[in-house]
C-alpha cells in the first residue's frame, strides 16, 4: 500500500470524510485551535482539527503539530509524494481533500487558485448533479468534465465501468487521486475535448457537469470556454443523446443565458429531434 491509499485510510479513521468535520465547526469562532481541544482532553477531535487545517483549509501547521497528526505516516513521505510541501518551520498541503459521501476528493488549495488549470475539489454544481444523477445498477458509465472525479467515483459504486474524460491534464490528476485516496479501481481516466476521447462508444449513464459559468472572457479551463454558455450546453445534451445506450440516461448541467419566464424553450428546441424524452416512453435514449 502506497502512502497515498495509507492517507486515505488515515483521514478515514480521523472522522475526515463523515459528519465530525461539521460539528467541529459549530464552535462560536469556527473550528477551534488544536492545542485548545488537546487541553481539554479532546485529543482525536485534536487530530482531526490539525488534519482539516492542513488539507482542507490551506493553512500552514506547524512540523510538529503535523507529524503527530499525521502518524504513524511520515511527514517526508507526504513531501516526496506531492501531498504536502515545505514552508518555513511548517508544512502546508499541496492538495485540498474534502470529504463527501464517504469519499475523499482531491482539488487545488486556495492559494493556487490563480492556475488556469485550479481544479475545484467540491462545487454546489456538483453536489446538485450528484444529488439528481439516477443511481441503478448499469454496465457502463460516463463522467464527462470530470474535474476532482466526484461524478465518475459516486457511479463506480453502480456500474462495472466507468470512464472519467477531461480536457485538463491537471484535472485528471487530480481524479486519479481521488480514486487512490478512495479507494476506487473501477475508472479509466482519458484526456480530451468533451467527447472526442469516446466517439463512437455509448454508455448506460451519461453525467455531465461542465464547470463553466458564463464570463467575458476565457482565461481558465475550470471556468471558461471559448463556445459560450447556450451553444456549449446545446452541444452537450444533443452528444451526450449520441452516446447513450438503449434506455440510458444522462444528467447534463446547463448554464445559458435566458429570459426567466422562457427559460424552456431552448431545452425543447436542443431535445426536439432526440426521440422522447425522460418518462415519455420507454426503450429511448434520455437526456
Not at 38 to 63: I, K, N, P, Y
Not at 89 to 117: C, M, N, W, Y
Not at 213 to 221: C, E, G, K, Q, S
Not at 265 to 278: I, K, S, Y
Request: with cysteine; proline share 5%; aromatic share 6%.
Amino acid at each position: 500500500m502506497d502512502v497515498v491509499e495509507q492517507l486515505g485510510q488515515l483521514l478515514r479513521a480521523a472522522g475526515y470524510a463523515r459528519e465530525r468535520p461539521s460539528a467541529l465547526g459549530k464552535f462560536p469562532g469556527g473550528l477551534p485551535p488544536a492545542d485548545v481541544l488537546a487541553g481539554v482532553g479532546r485529543t482525536e477531535d485534536a487530530r482531526l482539527a490539525v488534519l482539516l487545517a492542513l488539507f482542507q483549509r490551506d493553512q500552514t501547521v506547524a512540523e510538529a503539530a503535523a507529524a503527530e497528526a499525521l502518524a504513524p505516516l511520515l511527514v517526508d513521505d507526504l513531501i516526496d509524494a506531492g501531498l504536502i510541501e515545505a514552508v518555513g518551520s511548517g508544512v502546508r498541503a499541496s492538495t485540498k481533500l474534502l470529504g463527501f459521501d464517504g469519499l475523499l476528493l482531491a482539488g487545488d488549495p486556495i492559494h493556487q487558485s490563480e492556475s488556469k488549470h485550479y481544479v475545484v475539489c467540491l462545487s454546489p454544481a456538483s453536489v446538485r448533479v450528484a444529488g439528481v444523477t439516477i443511481r441503478r445498477r448499469v454496465e457502463t458509465a460516463l463522467d464527462l468534465g470530470t474535474g476532482s472525479g466526484i461524478q465518475a467515483l459516486l457511479a463506480a459504486r453502480h456500474a462495472e465501468r466507468v470512464v472519467g474524460a477531461d480536457f485538463n491534464p491537471h484535472a485528471l490528476s487530480c481524479a486519479r487521486l481521488s480514486a487512490r485516496i478512495s479507494g476506487v479501481g473501477n475508472v479509466r481516466w482519458v484526456q480530451g475535448d468533451w467527447f472526442e476521447p469516446v466517439r463512437g462508444r455509448r454508455f448506460d449513464l451519461v453525467v455531465v457537469n461542465p464547470s463553466v459559468i458564463i464570463t467575458p472572457d476565457n482565461a481558465a479551463f475550470w471556468r471558461d470556454s471559448p463556445d459560450g454558455g447556450k451553444a456549449l450546453s446545446r452541444r452537450l445534451v444533443r452528444e451526450s443523446a449520441d452516446h447513450l445506450n438503449e434506455s440510458g440516461f444522462a444528467t447534463v448541467l446547463c448554464h445559458w443565458p435566458h429570459h426567466k419566464d422562457v427559460w424552456e424553450d431552448d431545452p425543447r428546441e436542443w431535445v426536439a429531434e432526440l426521440g422522447r424524452l425522460a418518462g415519455l416512453g420507454a426503450g429511448k435514449p434520455r437526456a
